[in-house]
Structure formats: C-alpha cells, structure tokens
C-alpha cells in the first residue's frame, strides 16, 4: 500500500540545511502524524511521502518555495521600547511572543537593540532555505 492524498501518515524525519546541518530529527521521540492533503505539513515534505510504503526510506530536496518560503524584508520590524515593561530583557537572537492589536499571538527573533527598540524579525527561522530531508515512512491508516 503506497501512501496518497487522505492518508493518515506516521513518518520519522531528520531535517538538515543544504549544508548538511541538522536542524530537528524524530530519531529519539514519536514520529510525525499528519494526514496528507490537509496542509499540515509543508508542501514538500508531504509531497515526499505520497507514493512510500510503509519501512520506505528516502532522502527528499526541499526548495525554500516548497518549505517556509522566501525571507520577507517586510517582516523585519522595530519594536519600540516605550511598549515594552522595564524589565524587558528579550536577548539577542531569542525568539519572544508579541501581540497582535486583536490579541493574536505570533513569535519573533529579537535581531538587535537599537536605541528607541528592537529590531525584530518575524519570518519563520527556516524562511529562504533550502531544505534535506530523510524521510522513513512507519505507518499509513486509510482513512476514505
């Protein structure tokens, strides 16, 4: 049985830059569950596993448009330090949650400090690369 479109799916990954650097791994936790089709997953990723069969292993290239996309410049904002409390202390290079004005949560990476604010970036961390992934499909539930 290949996995398709309305399948439920566990799949371990590893995910590397084009560097080859590691960047996340199931290996030591529970593999991944999605259902293929219902955009849980990016593009790629899922693309890659339509057609496995379950103990299939292989190795998927994920270009940054079937992944987190392209960096936004538009995304990268100062925040100014007059809506912070005094106390704030985001570290350089951590991610932190703001607020939306409609009370909608969303993380950023703090990229610097300026003077007036923060220079924050809210693009996904993977936005604008390329990506590895090792695919090893473990389980295919059907579900229609």
Known sequence: MEAKKGDKVKVHYTVKEASGEVIESSDNTMPL???????????????????????????????????????DE??????????????????IGNMVQLHRPDGKAFSVKVLEERETGYL???????????LIFDLKLVDITQLA
């Open 33 to 71: 569950e999605f259902t293929i089709g219902e955009g849980n997953v990016i593009p790629g990723f899922e693309n890659g596993v339509i057609g496995m069969k379950i103990d299939d292993s292989k190795t998927v290239n994920v270009p940054c448009d079937q992944a987190y996309g392209a960096r």
């Open 74 to 91: 538009k995304k990268t904002f100062e925040f100014p330090k007059k809506s912070t409390p005094a106390d704030f202390d985001p570290g």
């Open 120 to 130: 924050m970036d809210a693009n996904h961390p993977l936005a604008g690369k390329d």
